[in-house]
């Protein structure tokens, strides 16, 4: 067996935000290398992820390509902390933040240049400066970066802020978008069939997936051993953030901080899980409620339970604090901090980098897609001022549907064709801009036995040529596209009792989006037709009721339909089912998945916020089950007289079942080739394991 990387046997990381300006005697007066790496031992945290430079560019070591930091006088802070930190036996990764301020304002030749022509800080009143990896801010940052890695010993570097946060109008990106396109000006509205639009994206992506395959590089060249970490938060923006394959391959692990809910945790930690290059991703979370509060710390619970979500999804854990401007730390964080680490170690063991999820259901994951269709055609400037992600909320409301049923789900993509193999069900949310041969993928896996849930624009648009004259996936959904499409609010009617659980015809499904005008081809079997208001939702003077838009106008176009291909089938609905967030709509979307599914994996009386995972670990014959108490309101309340049933794949004949930490034999009846576990008491986090 390989020796494991770094990444792969340290899980207890803390990253301390240094985003400190020079500008004042008492800035960083009173920092202590000692005092930090005592912190950082008090927590009992396995790697420090240190500050070599924050996001104005100010260095914390004597650069002589860069901008020092003047408060520290020569002083070489970060190369002490490191060794501060050692003499611990603590891990070190280095911290450099591709945003510089320095840079923004000693060049303005290197400035992002917004549609004004301005930089970030005049247009945004920003307090830091974004530099375009085009001009020769690209170059400085890899002298600067590879100035870094000759001087100190560590295991990695994590890179912050690389991303395309903005859309740059400078001289180079015109330049350059000329020569590599032979088109003289950047276009100025966002339109996903203009091929000017579509060759500026295509354009950012390539340049980005430049950027980091040269940061990788620049590391590699002098440090082959050691690895590069992407902050790929950016991501979250969609196509429009121009993370590319590049991008991600540029990554030994995907990380990213975040500060939402439970539900946006298991998204991140599947997500991010399922584009990684290597494992496990690293999920980090600030200790207060955002990174503005800078002493509105969350609660002990809370920082343990996201702990644990970490430790069910397979990732490693990063505690965020943020140093004050004096340099000093507080204490009583890092005292919290070693209870949840001191918890979180219990069950380290049971992490492994060849971890496999086990799930009903695959979300395909499909980059070109996550636009807002909606939203555009829209000038520049209002396409930056109003950014909006619909999609993002509609993958967390899948994620809050499917925990909600107890469906265990990851994330798939359409150059996996074994992941795709390894799904029962397969989502495809308003996948509108797949490629083509995302689409051979897909029918190859709907005509070998697959299932497939699509819905509204999906494979309507070609990621290179925009909006198509019909589905490019007609063929696989059983349906052609008239041209037409309805206003927003919609009805779905069901044809049958049975069709669509809780509508009827009269009081039938509603949607907020608008439904496409399809027509169902001859082998296709039409589940619901479309209804209407009786007038647009728009409409202030002719309308059904002044405050809803009821169904009235009934139609025969198909809305929901299922058509079979091969040995699978398809559902296909004609709106966006999935982005709506009430139970009524959650109950149908989990019963259609149920319905292409048959069984789960998993079937238990636990309340919805009880989220299940299972995770196949095949060098150590093992199946590894986490079972997770997340309530809205923490701390949560212990629960009683828990049953699950497991029907596990054939191919796992478990022999015994463990109770973790302590790894005590736990009781278990088997029925066929199901398992049942009965639980007298679940009060945070249990975690078993299956030897088979």
Request: hydrophobic content about 35%; glycine content about 6%; overall charge negative.
């Amino acid at each position: 067996m390989a020796p494991k990387a770094w990444f792969e046997t340290s899980f207890r990381r803390l990253l301390v935000d240094m985003h400190i300006p020079d500008w004042n005697d008492e800035f960083l007066r009173d920092f202590s290398p000692e005092k930090y790496a005592e912190m950082m031992e008090l927590a009992k945290v396995d790697t420090a992820e240190i500050y070599a430079g924050s996001c104005l560019g100010l260095c914390y070591w004597p650069t002589k390509v860069g901008f020092p930091h003047k408060q520290l006088h020569g002083r070489d802070l970060l190369g002490e902390t490191i060794e501060a930190c050692r003499r611990r036996g603590i891990n070190v990764q280095i911290y450099l933040n591709v945003w510089s301020r320095a840079a923004h304002d000693a060049h303005p030749e290197w400035r992002i240049r917004l549609s004004d022509g301005k930089g970030t800080v005049g247009h945004y009143d920003y307090r830091f400066g974004q530099c375009c990896p085009n001009t020769g801010f690209g170059q400085y940052f890899l002298d600067l970066l590879d100035e870094l890695n000759s001087r100190y010993e560590c295991p990695g570097f994590w890179i912050d802020m690389i991303g395309n946060y903005q859309h740059c109008y400078c001289p180079t990106c015109r330049e350059r978008f000329l020569r590599e396109t032979g088109r003289p000006e950047l276009p100025r509205t966002a339109d996903w069939s203009d091929p000017a639009w579509i060759a500026f994206d295509r354009c950012r992506r390539l340049w980005l997936d430049e950027f980091a395959e040269k940061i990788y590089a620049t590391v590699k060249k002098r440090t082959p051993e050691r690895t590069v970490t992407l902050q790929t938060a950016s991501i979250m923006r969609g196509r429009d953030s121009g993370v590319g394959d590049g991008f991600l391959r540029s990554s030994d692990f995907l990380a990213g901080d975040f500060t939402g809910d439970r539900v946006e945790q298991s998204y991140i930690c599947k997500f991010f899980s399922a584009l990684s290059k290597n494992h496990p991703m690293e999920f980090m979370t600030p200790r207060c409620e955002n990174l503005i509060h800078h002493t509105t710390e969350r609660s002990c619970s809370n920082l343990l339970m996201r702990s644990y979500a970490a430790l069910a999804n397979q990732a490693s854990f990063t505690l965020i604090d943020a140093i004050d401007p004096r340099g000093t730390l507080d204490r009583r964080f890092y005292e919290h901090a070693r209870g949840i680490n001191t918890s979180y170690a219990r069950f380290e063991k049971y992490l492994d980098s060849s971890s496999v999820p086990l799930k009903d259901i695959g979300i395909f994951h499909s980059p070109f897609s996550l636009i807002n269709l909606d939203a555009t055609p829209a000038p520049i400037e209002e396409f930056e001022k109003e950014y909006s992600r619909p999609y993002t909320k509609t993958r967390m409301n899948m994620t809050s549907a499917f925990q909600g049923a107890h469906l265990l789900f990851s994330f798939v993509r359409g150059d996996d064709p074994d992941k795709l193999k390894s799904s029962p069900v397969i989502v495809l949310s308003d996948g509108s801009c797949l490629t083509d041969s995302e689409c051979a993928a897909l029918r190859e896996y709907v005509r070998d036995g697959g299932k497939l849930y699509a819905s509204f624009r999906t494979s309507l648009y070609d990621p290179d040529k925009g909006l198509l004259s019909d589905f490019k996936l007609a063929d696989l959904f059983g349906i052609h596209y008239t041209g037409r499409q309805t206003d927003p609010v919609t009805y779905i009617a069901p044809v049958s009792p049975d069709a669509i659980p809780g509508a009827t015809k009269d009081y039938p499904l509603m949607l907020n989006s608008r439904q496409l005008i399809v027509e169902a081809a001859p082998d296709t079997e039409v589940l619901g037709t479309l209804t209407l208001p009786i007038s647009s939702a728009s409409e202030n003077v002719r309308f059904g009721s002044a405050i809803s838009n009821p169904p009235m106008k009934e139609t025969v176009s198909p809305a929901l339909v299922r058509h079979p291909y091969g040995k699978g089938e398809v559902l296909y609905v004609a709106g966006n089912l999935e982005e709506i967030p009430f139970p009524y709509h959650h109950a149908i979307l989990t019963a259609l998945m149920k319905r292409l599914r048959g069984t789960p994996l998993t079937e238990t009386n636990a309340p919805g916020f009880v989220e299940v995972t299972l995770f196949d670990q095949p060098e150590r014959k093992r199946l590894v089950l986490s079972i997770l108490n997340l309530p809205a309101e923490l701390p949560p309340v212990p629960l009683h007289d828990l049953e699950f049933r497991l029907n596990l794949p054939e191919k796992y004949a478990v022999k015994a079942l463990f109770f973790a930490p302590e790894d005590t034999a736990y009781p278990f009846e088997r029925k066929g080739n199901s398992l049942e576990i009965r639980m007298d008491k679940l009060e945070e986090f249990a975690l078993f394991t299956l030897q088979y």
